[in-house]
């Protein structure tokens, strides 16, 4: 584990108090009419707390995540991208006031910033310097000048999605040991360091999102996965830090998906691809709290689905999104992200937030096309954008010229809304697209739950290990199970026609033995919650019963039955509501108006011990 050493401490009423606890709250002067959580998500959109949706308008404010490349002195500008130094802090913050940068990002009509950091800057001890125009912040260490932005931005009602953006304090991102989650460190500790850096902003409730990884990709020797149940899942780590967030640190933050950036090797002789979040449609995340997923994407012109964007080496024949025809174009951008949020009544449906998107001043004709596309892709689908970077370096129109805005060294500044800035009529009209407004009504949700590789126990009211040995898969406590799958280990959970059934002040029941009033699968052992409980789980050894886990109910609940086996095929409902939560893998699923009321299974003939069979029962 990681220790945290912080430079500073103070004793205040008998309490040690460190700098973590400073910045938290936002200050009495503070917009009361800016972006505030808890935020939550309704199908695709994303809702406040009264139900209206909240739309992200977003840009990326770099620079505590790194903008050194790796050698050399980081004080140095030749060895910073594009000479653009932040010392280790929010770009800018040499050149401009803070309180000016925050103005500038407001006026330009961004209603939230994501606002990257690397995990070497919560325990860099090495004092801050070279940031002029804010003398008052030299001689602090990297996370008090954050704790210093996240303050600004939320005091001028601008929403804060923390990101996760690499690793050590350097430009990303490349084959450069920021590849993923674990790369530098080990799982365990970039956990931990989430649940430090979302208890650290609790008290804040302008801090509304955790963006969880950046850009997890292949390193030297290994790709990331999605499900595999190995040290390189992405799947199953960002499960596990959502729910650590959630039940550990602050359940009011939106949890940030990214998909899978990059996999295989680029050549072209073998297999490489960008899958980003196509593999959501067969696998997407459950986590503790429903409600709070939102899945993210990149999408920059000179990348492709399976090209990586460089030039000479690592360059690959494959088209480039700015190569495209606009229809192929959005048909590919669909299909690797969209997908997920204009897909209604799926259990990976949910809102996507283009994270990054971007594009120079200076840029050539093909990109331009592209831009042009790209916006308009965003104000067709309805989506959740954050335009990277907001801030760059100006001088003489010379160097990057990416940003929005672009100051120079005596912090006067070009815009994005110059007369001659092509890109100023299409971030205007992007901006200016508010696309569904007012309030969202309420949707039915459905959840997937796997249990191939360990365990999927999404509640916080049932206990953990509630059948020890065997592989357990429990909804989320607002839900309750309604699907399951022959093998495969599948669930499907829902909230549909009745949400929150679990009565308050109830433990979960575990039912191991058969005891029914009706033998509702005649030949085989059928375990059965009583009247009055529903099922919220099941387990299995292999693919085999263990037991079923029951709740009682806050309705009554002892309706019709039903049986529908999934021995030979599937039974689920014609519409396909909820989607294929297991797949290759028959299934049983009960209607919307029903509830999962028991499991049937045989030993004999060579059935193995599978769920064959789901009672479904009327709810009220």
């Not at 992007?430 to 309030?439: C, F, M, P, S």
Request: charge should be negative.
């Amino acid at each position: 584990m990681k220790m945290r050493v912080f430079a500073t401490v103070a004793l205040i009423v008998g309490v040690l108090v460190t700098p973590a606890t400073t910045f938290h709250a936002p200050s009495a002067a503070a917009d009361p009419g800016g972006l505030h959580g808890p935020l939550s998500t309704r199908g695709r959109y994303i809702v406040d707390a009264d139900g209206n949706r909240v739309k992200l308008k977003s840009g990326n404010w770099h620079g505590s995540s790194g903008t050194w490349e790796g050698n050399g002195d980081d004080e140095d500008p030749a060895n910073n991208f594009a000479q653009e130094i932040g010392h280790r802090a929010p770009l800018g913050l040499d050149r401009v006031r803070m309180d000016k940068l925050v103005g500038d990002f407001k006026a330009l009509g961004l209603n939230s910033i994501r606002l990257p950091f690397s995990n070497e800057m919560i325990t860099d001890n090495r004092a801050v310097t070279g940031l002029t125009a804010n003398p008052e912040l030299n001689g602090l260490r990297p996370i008090e000048v954050f704790d210093r932005a996240v303050k600004a931005l939320t005091d001028a009602g601008l929403g804060v999605i923390l990101n996760n953006h690499t690793t050590s304090t350097r430009w990303c991102c490349a084959v450069d040991g920021n590849e993923r989650w674990n790369s530098g460190q080990s799982w365990d500790e970039w956990i931990e360091d989430w649940e430090f850096m979302a208890a650290r902003y609790k008290g804040n409730s302008g801090v509304i999102g955790a963006d969880l990884r950046n850009e997890v990709r292949r390193d030297t020797w290994d790709n990331p996965n999605w499900g595999q149940g190995d040290s390189n899942d992405w799947y199953d780590a960002a499960q596990e830090a959502g729910d650590a967030i959630l039940s550990a640190a602050n359940p009011d933050l939106l949890i940030m998906i990214e998909g899978l950036n990059w996999m295989g090797i680029p050549t072209d002789l073998t297999w490489h691809e960008r899958p980003m979040l196509e593999p959501l449609k067969r696998l997407s995340e459950t986590l503790v709290h429903s409600h709070k997923v939102v899945y993210a994407a990149h999408f920059y012109g000179y990348i492709g689905p399976n090209h990586t964007g460089a030039s000479g080496w690592g360059e690959t024949h494959n088209p480039r999104f700015r190569d495209m025809s606009r229809s192929d174009l959005f048909q590919s951008m669909n299909d690797l992200a969209a997908y997920v949020a204009t897909t209604p009544d799926r259990h990976f449906t949910a809102p996507v937030w283009i994270s990054e998107f971007g594009i120079g001043k200076d840029a050539e004709a093909a990109d331009k096309a592209w831009f042009a596309n790209m916006v308009d892709f965003l104000i067709e689908k309805d989506l959740d954008f954050a335009y990277w970077p907001i801030v760059g370096f100006q001088k003489q129109d010379q160097g990057n010229q990416w940003g929005l805005l672009r100051y120079d060294t005596d912090g006067s500044m070009r815009s994005v809304t110059d007369a001659d800035d092509w890109r100023g009529a299409h971030v205007r009209r992007l901006l200016a697209a508010n696309g569904q407004q007012g309030q969202i009504a309420p949707v039915r949700t459905w959840s997937m739950l796997n249990g191939i590789h360990e365990d999927d126990n999404r509640s916080l009211r049932a206990a953990a290990d509630w059948d020890s040995g065997a592989h357990k898969l429990v909804c989320p406590d607002d839900q309750r199970l309604i699907g399951i799958s022959a093998r495969g280990q599948g669930g499907l959970c829902t909230d549909a026609t009745q949400g929150d059934l679990w009565k308050p002040g109830t433990t979960a029941v575990k039912v191991s033995e058969e005891k029914v009033s009706t033998d509702w699968a005649s030949g085989f052992t059928k375990y059965q919650c009583a009247d009055g409980q529903f099922m919220i789980g099941y387990s299995l050894r292999g693919d085999g019963m263990s037991a079923i886990l029951c709740a009682p109910g806050s309705i009554a609940l002892a309706g019709a039955g039903r049986t529908l086996w999934d021995d030979r095929g599937d039974s689920r409902p014609a519409s396909g509501e909820g989607g294929d939560y297991a797949e290759g893998y028959y299934k049983a699923q009960c209607n919307a108006d029903e509830y999962a009321a028991g499991i049937a299974f045989s030993w004999a003939n060579s059935r193995h011990g599978h769920p064959d069979a789901l009672y479904c029962r009327k709810l009220g």
